[in-house]
């Protein structure tokens, strides 16, 4: 009965280092795989860069209002309809300019 066991449990030990390997292989694979993937792939850059965050919120609650005060201003200093959607149309799109015209620190 012992012979019996013993046999028993060089066949389980045979097959856990079995799985084992398997298991070590597929790690191995994985973490080349994911090194790869890193390399691949660029690394975010530290500092400002993009365009989110340019400005501090001092400057764009700045930007906000002021852009309020025009809109209201042309919408009560303006009759006709037509123009002062042609004027909001065109204060939105000048917008940028004026913003890296005013605020830019280069």
């Given amino acids: 009965m012992s012979?019996?066991?013993a046999r028993r449990?060089?066949?389980?030990?045979?097959e856990q280092e079995r799985a084992r390997a398997d298991r070590a292989r597929?790690?191995?694979r994985r973490?080349?795989?994911?090194?790869?993937?890193?390399?691949?792939?660029?690394?975010?850059?530290?500092?400002?860069?993009?365009?989110l965050r340019r400005h501090t919120r001092r400057e764009q609650a700045t930007i906000v209002v002021l852009t309020a005060v025009a809109v209201v201003a042309i919408?009560?200093?303006?009759d006709d309809v037509a123009l002062r959607l042609a004027l909001v149309a065109l204060l939105l799109l000048v917008l940028p300019a004026i913003v890296v015209?005013?605020?830019?620190?280069r």
């Fill in 101 to 105: 015209i005013a605020l830019d620190r």
């Fill in 75 to 78: 919408w009560n200093l303006v």
């Fill in 26 to 28: 597929r790690v191995a």
């Fill in 9 to 14: 449990r060089a066949a389980r030990e045979v």
């Fill in 31 to 51: 973490d080349r795989r994911r090194a790869w993937v890193r390399r691949l792939t660029p690394s975010p850059r530290r500092g400002r860069t993009g365009r």
């Fill in 3 to 5: 012979k019996e066991r």
